[in-house]
């Protein structure tokens, strides 16, 4: 079982930025692919960015596409994202995802990745 912690949520302006981390603990893969994801009042839950534990590769939605950064520390088995440039429409509860298949880190099937933490609010005021 793998356990994934988020934190790093908040209320902060428009314009501003945040940092979320996802600590991975339990019985952790190297080959896998972790997710961030973020679900709005009334909306469906949707992918963010993604990242492949071994090689680094990222994905990011069109709607965050040059404002967020994913990233990784494998020595601490901790993914980030970097969030700047943040809109009022980037409120959300903010979900770390891991899935043993490193395939899966640009999947938005919500219900086909593993493990889930248990969220973090973002709050974006404008």
């Known amino acids: 079982q793998v356990q994934l912690v988020e934190s790093g949520g908040g209320l902060v302006q428009a314009g501003d930025s945040l940092r979320l981390s996802c600590a991975a603990s339990g019985r952790t893969f190297s080959g896998g692919a972790m997710g961030w994801f973020r679900q709005a009042p009334g909306k469906e839950r949707e992918i963010v960015a993604g990242i492949t534990w071994n090689l680094g590769r990222t994905y990011y939605a069109d709607s965050v596409k040059g404002r967020f950064t994913i990233s990784k520390d494998n020595a601490k088995n901790t993914v980030y994202l970097q969030m700047n440039s943040l809109k009022p429409d980037d409120t959300a509860v903010y979900y770390c995802?891991?899935?043993?298949?490193?395939?899966?880190?640009?999947?938005?099937?919500?219900?086909?990745?593993?493990?889930w933490g248990q969220g973090t609010q973002v709050t974006v005021s404008s």
């Open positions: 995802a891991a899935d043993r298949t490193f395939a899966m880190y640009n999947n938005d099937d919500s219900s086909r990745w593993d493990y």
